[in-house]
């Protein structure tokens, strides 16, 4: 198994305490959401300096197709251009699937950073149901909220995609974001499958850390699936072998532009 990290925060609504016990809520702060507003900190700038503010895209079609390219140039695939791209033509996010998408874009630094507006808490894979509860118990609204990940993919990225790292971009785009949060009728922000240089630069702007875990299955150079299920005790193959079973089921591939919202 390997680790995989999310990185959380919940809107605060009482002034943080500061008696949080170590160990038990690492690198951040953790208030009751049930009493008295409060905005969250605006990260390392000082509040009293001029600090440009960048406003989100609401459509990846809005933004330079050349700049993102070059920005996710040495990234991850599911930072490629095409890949938001066929997400939103697909409507697989967008404001009717509850993943509105928001991009924040330094075009100076050429550096992007994306989260979603949620409506639900599906197609995450890091679970916040019992905060859902808990804020519908009290009568308090939890959606819509800010998660940034890759949508419907459990894996750990930057979540700021730039050609080379730029601290200072950074910071820029996260006050921005922050600005908005804080702004704006959210319960809580969310950053999904972070790497661990990130730890710190979130610790900045006082998230909270938790862990879970991820199991990865290696392929050990398998011929097929029945070489794989070959490895295994025989009990746990006919498991498999039997979940996978279909009858009377019809599968059907489709691609491209036979891909229809229907």
Known sequence: ?????????????????????????????LSNPFN???IKSLGIYNRNQRVRSI??????????ESLWRRAAELASPFHKYEFFHALELSQSIGKQ???????????EAETIMYTFVKNHS??????????????????????????????????????????????????????????LYSQN???????????AREHSFFKEYNYLIRDSVQYHFANDDYNNFEHFLSQLKGRKAKQIRKERALHDVLVQSYTADQLTPE
């Open 1 to 29: 198994s390997k680790y995989s990290l999310a990185l959380e925060s919940m809107i605060l609504h009482e002034p943080p305490r500061t008696n949080i016990q170590e160990g038990m809520w690492p690198l951040s702060k």
């Open 36 to 38: 008295t507003p409060m």
């Open 55 to 64: 406003k989100p895209h609401t459509t990846i079609t809005s933004i330079s």
């Open 97 to 107: 699937s509850g993943w509105q998408p928001l991009y924040f874009v330094d075009e």
């Open 122 to 179: 599906y197609g995450e894979y890091i679970f916040d149901w019992q905060w859902a509860n808990a804020y519908r118990e009290n009568s308090i609204p939890y959606y819509p909220k800010l998660t940034s990940m890759i949508p419907f993919t459990p894996v750990t990225t930057p979540h700021f995609i730039s050609k080379e790292p730029n601290l200072n971009s950074n910071h820029l785009l996260m006050n921005s974001y922050e600005e």
């Open 185 to 195: 009728d959210l319960s809580s922000s969310h950053f999904l499958f972070i790497e």
